[in-house]
């Protein structure tokens, strides 16, 4: 379905254009640049509330910066789609995230305008900083600007950028883009402290009375600019605590300001780009602007799918007979029925209690499950000093996010030994989000650590099994579990838990020439394959894993004694992974067979749909029947 543009948003080819555009015309640009957005997301899906919260500071940003040459890094990205429309991707944008379209993220590849790829939260500062270091090195005039909302702002690495940046005289700007939310709700004493700064109407005032004084004074020899600078931190420190948060990290701190008055905004950048060295514009926004459904509820409007953009209504796919829940689900009402039974229970996660379902503990038990805010790395840590207390801790965080934490799984975790249970939400592909979120790597990060337990489950049932194993007293070490994205296999799914013995795995079925050996959900797609190859008369075994350490390895004694074509499959990548445990296994004792491995190829996977992207990489249905059939007549073919 094609999309028109408004009329004045059709003549904007590029930000060139948009500075043709009169400063009285830039309200008519976000009035149309928003209800573009609307109408396209409706039809075509994406992320979608965080976008239409900085639609003026989009507009702003372009019609002041000199961009590409001024860069423009946006954290994380989710809000980054009118600035992709204004830099010459709006006739393109209805492919946004779709197979061989546009990226749901800024993406360097992609656009000249696109200074830096993101995806995960809180690397814009950083970046920004590297970029205006490098500007100031190299003796270019050029600006850097990190837009980096405040849920972002909780995590290490965005502290970690403002505190270096302090201490330079980096050309930078680093808007603080302050609506609240992230996915869900802000958590944490920063959401407080940036509450009582937008609150404060007395420190608003008395700052808004004073300039409007000082406007009045001769600025000469009596008044110089020190003066005024020194009288502004007096103020500010006098008055409130607003600033000193910042201004005790060296940055110079503008604000807060409403970030939807178009003309202030313009009017303060251009102020701001006069000013030299490192300096925070605090602006205020509201999530889902423009959109009265998307403004009232911000978590469920901020990737809601395909609606209906006048009555609201999000679409639902239509099924006549009951379809299985989504592996998160099974996870959330899971760790309730364990908590209800065993009190040393509790869950952790980083900031998204609605993506990995643990908003149903936190709702009925709120004192045993808690968000941390955007901290991975705390999330791990905090998990690791509670477990040496006693307590069962299931920290979920998504595959793609633990990246973040490794070295907390390291050091606070398994060389201490001690029993927190990781639930790697979104592990595999996970479809349109693409490369920065796929969970491709966490088997072979998680299986060369010491100590560590990996498993995987090919359905829900397998999945409360290995929840209900991992919290018995008798498992006394890291406890990883590895689950993807979206509907399992089983619609009755409530089934009576028993403990797994840990490393063990099972055979599904016997079979002639082959062996499948598989790892979690992917065992799905290698029951389809079989049952088709009966039409071509071959049959192979298959064997479910669970575990890829411990491995169990009483059960490969058994595959490589009866086999010598093994086929492995994995939703991750091939490159130490599962298949390598298996080919490490045969080395090690002396085994000789052809072995295939499946998965995720040494190379970054675009985004699609889990359809398209299984294909892509060999290891759906259709994938894994081929390289049977291959691997069997290569065998018959041999004298």
């Not at 830039?26 to 109408?39: F, N, S, T, W």
């Not at 503008?254 to 300096?279: S, W």
């Not at 002396?590 to 040494?602: E, Q």
């Amino acid at each position: 379905m094609h999309i028109n543009p408004g009329p004045l948003l059709t003549t904007i080819n590029s930000p060139d254009d948009l500075k043709k555009v009169s400063k009285e015309q830039l309200h008519q640009v976000a009035d149309e640049l928003r209800q573009y957005i609307i109408d396209t997301v409706s039809v075509h899906g994406g992320h979608f509330a965080a976008s239409l919260g900085v639609v003026e500071l989009s507009v702003a940003l372009h019609y002041v910066y000199n961009t590409p040459d001024d860069q423009l890094v946006w954290d994380v990205g989710h809000q980054a789609y009118g600035h992709k429309i204004l830099t010459g991707r709006r006739d393109n944008f209805a492919s946004n995230r779709k197979y061989n379209g546009l990226s749901g993220f800024p993406k360097r590849s992609e656009s000249k305008y696109d200074s830096f790829g993101v995806g995960h939260s809180s690397t814009s500062i950083s970046a920004a900083l590297g970029m205006a270091m490098a500007a100031r090195y190299k003796g270019e005039d050029r600006k850097s600007v990190a837009i980096i909302g405040d849920g972002a702002m909780t995590a290490g690495l965005a502290f970690e950028g403002m505190n270096h940046a302090g201490v330079t005289d980096a050309d930078m700007l680093i808007i603080l883009n302050d609506n609240c939310m992230s996915i869900d709700p802000n958590v944490g004493a920063l959401k407080e402290y940036l509450t009582d700064i937008t609150t404060s109407q007395t420190y608003n005032k008395f700052k808004d009375d004073i300039w409007k004084a000082l406007g009045k004074l001769p600025v000469g020899k009596n008044f110089s600019r020190e003066m005024a600078s020194k009288l502004e931190h007096s103020i500010k420190g006098f008055i409130s605590k607003s600033s000193n948060l910042f201004e005790a990290m060296k940055l110079r701190y503008f604000g807060p300001i409403d970030g939807h008055n178009l003309t202030k905004l313009v009017d303060t950048l251009q102020d701001l780009k006069k000013i030299p060295g490192p300096k925070l514009l605090h602006i205020v926004t509201v999530k889902g602007k423009g959109y009265a459904l998307a403004e009232k509820d911000q978590t469920k409007w901020h990737a809601p799918g395909l609606f209906d953009k006048i009555t609201g209504e999000i679409y639902k796919k239509k099924f006549e007979l009951p379809q299985p829940p989504k592996y998160q689900d099974v996870f959330g009402h899971t760790l309730i029925e364990l908590a209800e039974k065993n009190k040393t229970i509790v869950g952790i996660t980083p900031a998204m209690p609605s993506g990995s379902s643990l908003k149903f503990m936190m709702d009925k038990m709120p004192d045993r499950a808690f968000d941390v805010g955007i901290c991975e790395q705390h999330a791990v840590t905090l998990s690791a000093g509670m477990a040496t207390q006693g307590l069962r801790v299931f920290c979920n965080i998504y595959s793609s996010f633990m990246q973040r934490a490794y070295d907390q799984v390291v050091h606070d975790a398994a060389i201490q030994n001690l029993p927190v249970v990781f639930c790697l939400d979104r592990a595999g592909l996970v479809g349109e989000d693409g490369p920065t979120h796929h969970g491709a790597y966490d088997i072979p990060y998680m299986r060369c650590i010491p100590n560590m337990i990996v498993s995987s489950p090919m359905n829900e049932s397998e999945l409360r099994n290995l929840m209900y194993t991992a919290q018995l007293e008798t498992t006394t070490s890291p406890f990883v579990i590895r689950y993807p994205r979206g509907e399992g296999v089983m619609p009755e799914w409530r089934t009576e838990m028993k403990e797994i013995k840990i490393g063990t795995g099972r055979k599904i079925k016997d079979g002639q020439d082959i062996a499948v050996l598989t790892i979690g959900h992917p065992g799905n797609f290698a029951a389809s394959a079989i049952r088709a190859l009966k039409s071509d008369g071959l049959n192979p075994a298959h064997y479910d894993m669970r575990f890829v350490k411990p491995i169990d390895e009483a059960m490969l004694h058994e595959v490589f004694s009866k086999y010598n074509k093994i086929l492995t499959v994995e939703d991750g990548t091939i490159v130490g992974g599962f298949g390598s445990a298996v080919a490490e296994f045969m080395v090690a004792n002396n085994y000789h067979a052809d072995i295939r491995m499946l998965g995720i190829p040494d190379e970054i996977v675009e985004h699609g749909t889990l359809r398209e992207l299984h294909r892509e990489c060999g290891y759906d249905a259709e994938g894994i029947a081929d390289a049977v059939r291959q691997m069997v007549n290569t065998l018959q073919l041999q004298p």
